[in-house]
């Protein structure tokens, strides 16, 4: 037992021996490393060249950024595995606060190349950074590119158009693009780096001529030869609008084969043209090209057209559109009615005045006139746009027929309207035979009824009485209805000449009948209310004595005239 636990305590007691030892190692290894440093180096990140990247220098410049390092390892080979070094340099440093610049001093031929960089840090080296690969190449593509499209000379209407070009070996499908106003170059419009394509869509260009060429450019920015130049010419304004000369604007036709008729347009080389009932166009009945400025449709519906014409040039530049409207009317217009003259009336106007109801779509009327109602031998046949119209040619007496028709504004004639009849007549009645006072008589009376005998067909008289036989100072002169007439004013006692003529109903006057003469003797003894008796007594017999002398001077000259009448 005293064996057992004497075995026990040497064993506790050799633990506690290792305890305290391990617990002594512990506290020196921490006592030594804070006392040491020992942290790692940070490693470089590189900037040039880029990885994979292409230089056209044989002495390049390596670029990476600064770490905390004292100094830096560079090392260029031409395998990854670094074997083969061209540049081991470890003794590197900068005053530059971000970046660390190494121009190397070697000249390197072309090819590819590998370059790696680590940087010292008190006595410990960072580990390397990652190896990136770069290539020298320095010399220029030696082929110039051959340039497809547009082609050389051409006219386009894109003011943004597409070049397009071969490519060429060793070009890297990298290319300089100029575009210049002149064969020169000199004016340039557009520099472009086109990169890795051989077709570049260009900045918008104005009308006009455009120089262009492209070389190639590798990757390592090594530029090959310029290609030929060409041209091409923008033209990116389109015609003008057409001038429509047939139809006119708003017309009316009456037909349904229509020739549509436009001016040339400078530089048009096709025309496009619409035809549709809506001024929409929307759904054209008609839509169109041709070369020539006339067409001729074929619409088969009456009602409202609309037309328009645009003009395209060489280079495909649409034009606007001129737009006209019109009317395909087949009805015709209704017939007139005639108001003057009316049916079987008389006239004596031989340049007869013609006059019919107006027509509301009528814009001109046909009027004939024949003196039979076959209207086979016309004595006029006139056209007028107002309601009326008066004879130009004098017409002679007789029967006449007259009809009218009215057109309107598509050309539609209408029917006839049935025709009537009238009469010309310009020749008067006959002469009266007067009556009463008998020629040469002599009455007693001062206010005579004057007698005629009736004449057929007059509608009035025209009387006339003068104490001189020119009858240019009148007694009297008046008309009647009637074949007599009564003297109003009374006459005085003198020698009277008088004659009758007669109007017919057509207005036409007769000619004056033969003059009569009479002679008035009456005796007249005024009413005097306020005279004496004596002035009475000596004035009457004065009187009586020159009223016979009077009566015999006016006998003498009465029997001299009807002497005088009757040679």
């Given at each position: 037992?005293?064996?057992?636990?004497?075995?026990?305590?040497?064993?506790?007691?050799?633990?506690?021996?290792?305890?305290?030892?391990?617990?002594?190692?512990?506290?020196?290894?921490?006592?030594?490393?804070?006392?040491?440093?020992?942290?790692?180096?940070?490693?470089?990140?590189?900037?040039?060249?880029?990885?994979?990247?292409?230089?056209?220098?044989?002495?390049?410049?390596?670029?990476?950024?600064?770490?905390?390092?004292s100094q830096y390892h560079l090392q260029v080979a031409t395998d990854d595995g670094f074997t083969s070094l061209v540049i081991d340099e470890n003794n590197i440093v900068t005053t530059n606060p971000v970046y660390v610049n190494y121009l190397s001093s070697i000249a390197l031929s072309d090819g590819a190349y590998y370059w790696h960089v680590r940087g010292l840090e008190g006595s410990i080296w960072s580990s390397w950074s990652a190896a990136w690969i770069f290539y020298i190449d320095t010399i220029a593509p030696d082929e110039a590119p051959v340039l497809l499209s547009p082609s050389d000379g051409v006219?386009?209407?894109?003011?943004?158009?597409?070049?397009?070009?071969?490519?060429?070996?060793?070009?890297?499908?990298?290319?300089?693009?100029?575009?210049?106003?002149?064969?020169?170059?000199?004016?340039?419009?557009?520099?472009?780096?086109?990169?890795?394509?051989?077709?570049?869509?260009?900045?918008?260009?104005?009308?006009?001529?455009?120089?262009?060429?492209?070389?190639?450019?590798?990757?390592?920015?090594?530029?090959?030869?310029?290609?030929?130049?060409?041209?091409?010419?923008?033209?990116?304004?389109?015609?003008?609008?057409?001038?429509?000369?047939?139809?006119?604007?708003?017309?009316?036709?009456?037909?349904?084969?229509?020739?549509?008729?436009?001016?040339?347009?400078?530089?048009?080389?096709?025309?496009?043209?619409?035809?549709?009932?809506?001024?929409?166009?929307?759904?054209?009945?008609?839509?169109?090209?041709?070369?020539?400025?006339?067409?001729?449709?074929?619409?088969?519906?009456?009602?409202?057209?609309?037309?328009?014409?645009?003009?395209?040039?060489?280079?495909?530049?649409?034009?606007?559109?001129?737009?006209?409207?019109?009317?395909?009317?087949?009805?015709?217009?209704?017939?007139?009615?005639?108001?003057?003259?009316?049916?079987?009336?008389?006239?004596?106007?031989?340049?007869?005045?013609?006059?019919?109801?107006?027509?509301?779509?009528?814009?001109?009327?046909?009027?004939?006139?024949?003196?039979?109602?076959?209207?086979?031998?016309?004595?006029?046949?006139?056209?007028?746009?107002?309601?009326?119209?008066?004879?130009?040619?004098?017409?002679?007496?007789?029967?006449?027929?007259?009809?009218?028709?009215?057109?309107?504004?598509?050309?539609?004639?209408?029917?006839?309207?049935?025709?009537?009849?009238?009469?010309?007549?310009?020749?008067?009645?006959?002469?009266?035979?007067?009556?009463?006072?008998?020629?040469?008589?002599?009455?007693?009376?001062?206010?005579?009824?004057?007698?005629?005998?009736?004449?057929?067909?007059?509608?009035?008289?025209?009387?006339?009485?003068?104490?001189?036989?020119?009858?240019?100072?009148?007694?009297?002169?008046?008309?009647?209805?009637?074949?007599?007439?009564?003297?109003?004013?009374?006459?005085?006692?003198?020698?009277?000449?008088?004659?009758?003529?007669?109007?017919?109903?057509?207005?036409?006057?007769?000619?004056?009948?033969?003059?009569?003469?009479?002679?008035?003797?009456?005796?007249?003894?005024?009413?005097?209310?306020?005279?004496?008796?004596?002035?009475?007594?000596?004035?009457?017999?004065?009187?009586?004595?020159?009223?016979?002398?009077?009566?015999?001077?006016?006998?003498?000259?009465?029997?001299?005239?009807?002497?005088?009448?009757?040679?």
């Open positions: 037992m005293i064996k057992k636990l004497f075995k026990q305590h040497k064993i506790i007691s050799n633990l506690k021996l290792f305890l305290s030892f391990y617990l002594l190692l512990l506290f020196l290894s921490v006592t030594i490393s804070s006392s040491i440093d020992v942290r790692a180096a940070e490693t470089p990140t590189l900037i040039f060249p880029g990885n994979g990247g292409y230089i056209n220098e044989n002495e390049p410049s390596f670029l990476w950024y600064k770490t905390a390092a006219k386009i209407n894109d003011s943004t158009p597409s070049l397009n070009w071969t490519t060429t070996v060793g070009a890297g499908e990298h290319y300089d693009l100029q575009i210049a106003e002149d064969i020169g170059m000199t004016n340039l419009e557009v520099y472009m780096d086109v990169g890795e394509s051989y077709i570049a869509n260009t900045p918008i260009l104005s009308d006009g001529v455009h120089y262009w060429r492209v070389r190639g450019e590798d990757m390592a920015q090594n530029q090959g030869p310029w290609s030929s130049i060409w041209n091409f010419t923008v033209d990116s304004t389109p015609p003008d609008a057409p001038t429509l000369v047939y139809l006119p604007d708003n017309a009316s036709i009456n037909f349904k084969s229509i020739d549509l008729e436009w001016l040339p347009v400078q530089d048009a080389i096709q025309y496009n043209y619409q035809l549709e009932q809506s001024d929409s166009f929307s759904s054209p009945s008609i839509n169109a090209y041709t070369t020539n400025t006339m067409v001729n449709v074929f619409l088969d519906t009456i009602g409202d057209w609309y037309w328009r014409v645009r003009a395209k040039d060489d280079v495909d530049n649409w034009g606007s559109w001129t737009t006209r409207h019109f009317i395909i009317d087949t009805v015709a217009p209704i017939e007139p009615t005639l108001i003057n003259p009316i049916d079987g009336s008389s006239t004596n106007d031989i340049y007869t005045f013609f006059e019919w109801d107006n027509i509301l779509d009528a814009i001109e009327y046909q009027i004939q006139i024949d003196t039979s109602d076959t209207f086979t031998s016309l004595i006029i046949n006139a056209t007028t746009a107002y309601a009326n119209y008066t004879s130009l040619t004098a017409l002679s007496d007789g029967l006449y027929f007259w009809r009218v028709r009215a057109k309107d504004e598509a050309g539609n004639w209408g029917s006839w309207c049935p025709s009537i009849n009238f009469i010309i007549d310009t020749i008067g009645p006959e002469e009266p035979n007067l009556i009463s006072p008998s020629h040469g008589s002599t009455i007693d009376d001062n206010t005579p009824m004057l007698i005629w005998d009736p004449i057929t067909g007059a509608v009035e008289y025209e009387v006339i009485v003068a104490d001189e036989v020119d009858f240019l100072t009148p007694n009297i002169i008046t008309t009647t209805i009637n074949a007599f007439y009564t003297v109003i004013t009374p006459l005085n006692n003198d020698l009277y000449y008088w004659k009758v003529r007669a109007k017919d109903e057509t207005g036409n006057w007769g000619d004056w009948c033969a003059v009569h003469i009479f002679s008035v003797d009456a005796l007249v003894i005024p009413e005097y209310h306020r005279l004496n008796s004596w002035i009475l007594f000596m004035v009457l017999p004065i009187s009586f004595a020159l009223f016979k002398l009077r009566r015999k001077t006016r006998k003498k000259q009465f029997l001299f005239q009807k002497e005088e009448l009757k040679k």
